[in-house]
């Protein structure tokens, strides 16, 4: 399956129809409870979460932030709305669930590659809390780690025992550049960890997750 992050073109009679199902779902889900204008904010996407039986965990809805390049959590601006809609070439509600559980569903497979890494790396920027921010607090990394590895990936069992080791040395801390390799180590290493090598160039803490599987192992 190709990419989403593409850019979007506009002005056909199809991206009007798209257009038009954005509008729906911001009438649809739109509170007037939200302190944020002209745009959907906590209140509103909680709703959208009940009329979809999604929770806050569900990787759905990191899914639909993704496709809506969402710079802010818990708000959705129509731009970034229309943006799903345009992506998925859906104009209904029925549409945008079906092809939300139909990504869902082929992330894991080893040949839509491109598009979990790609879901992996907007996830660090969307779990920030300020612009600035060069890594994120252990917990939060963790939190978004298990909404994005599920059972049926071939990565799971690594990031079980990841999370194991991150809470046996009291890991408070997660770098950016240790969540984005985090990914690509877990799709090279050998399930017992057998090809790591000391020379390899992966983080200081990857490579003190691979001593404290080891010393489990002996």
């Known amino acids: 399956m190709g990419g989403y992050n593409q850019t979007i073109s506009g002005g056909t009679k199809a991206d009007k129809q798209y257009e038009e ?42 899914i639909f932030a993704w496709l809506a390049n969402a710079e802010i959590q818990c708000e959705f601006s129509m731009a970034e709305l229309e943006m799903v809609f345009k992506k998925l070439k859906v104009a209904n509600m029925q549409d945008l669930q079906r092809n939300l559980d139909r990504i869902n569903n082929q992330l894991d497979r080893p040949e839509d590659k491109v598009n979990f890494d790609s879901l992996y790396e907007f996830t660090f920027l969307f779990a920030k809390t300020t612009p600035n921010q060069k890594g994120l607090n252990a917990e939060v990394a963790i939190a978004y780690w298990k909404i994005l590895y599920k059972t049926n990936n071939a990565s799971y069992g690594i990031v079980q025992k990841w999370f194991e080791f991150l809470g046996d040395v009291n ?10 390799l985090f990914n690509s180590f877990t799709r090279v290493i050998n399930a017992d960890f057998s090809n790591h090598s000391s020379n390899d160039s992966w983080p200081v803490l990857i490579d003190e997750f691979v001593d404290y599987v080891r010393s489990k192992q002996r």
Not at 28 to 48: M, V, W
Not at 171 to 180: G, P
């Open 21 to 62: 199902g954005a509008k729906q779902f911001y009438a649809t889900f739109k509170s007037l409870s939200d302190d944020t204008p002209d745009k959907l904010g906590p209140n509103s996407i909680q709703r959208f979460l009940e009329a979809f039986n999604y929770d806050e965990t569900d990787r759905r809805v990191l």
């Open 171 to 180: 890991q408070k801390y997660i770098s950016r550049d240790t969540w984005n």
